[in-house]
Nanobody, 124 residues
């Protein structure tokens, strides 16, 4: 069984910063990608960022490029979020893939393990 536990969510004002953390435990191949997705109220879950197995390659949604930074250790992943806007308000989910890198076809592909999410609220 694989468990992912997120932390670091909270409320912040526009322009503020938050750092999300996620610890991955359980039996799995650790040479796989880790990532973050989010789901805003009334919207579908969407890709935010991912990092490949080595940590050398990172991937970002266009909406967060230049503001968010993903990083990792073997069994943990982090998301530094700067210049937050109300559009970033969502539940953020940590994911662990069974693939070494983000899929070229679909960011959800291979993301077999999910945390329960942590809420980020950005107020005007």
């Amino acid at each position: 069984q694989v468990h992912l536990v997120e932390s670091g969510g909270g409320s912040v004002q526009v322009g503020g910063s938050l750092r999300l953390s996620c610890v991955v435990s359980g039996r799995r191949n650790s040479d796989t990608a880790l990532g973050w997705f989010r789901q805003a109220p009334g919207k579908e879950r969407e890709f935010v960022a991912a990092v490949n197995w080595s940590g050398r390659n990172t991937y970002y949604a266009d909406s967060v490029k230049g503001r968010f930074t993903i990083s990792r250790a073997t069994d943990s992943v982090y998301l530094q979020m700067n210049s937050l806007s109300p559009e970033d308000t969502a539940v953020y989910y940590c994911t662990a893939s069974v693939l070494p890198s983000l899929s070229d076809v679909d960011p959800f592909r291979g993301m077999d393990y999910w945390g329960k999410g942590t809420l980020v609220t950005v107020s005007p």
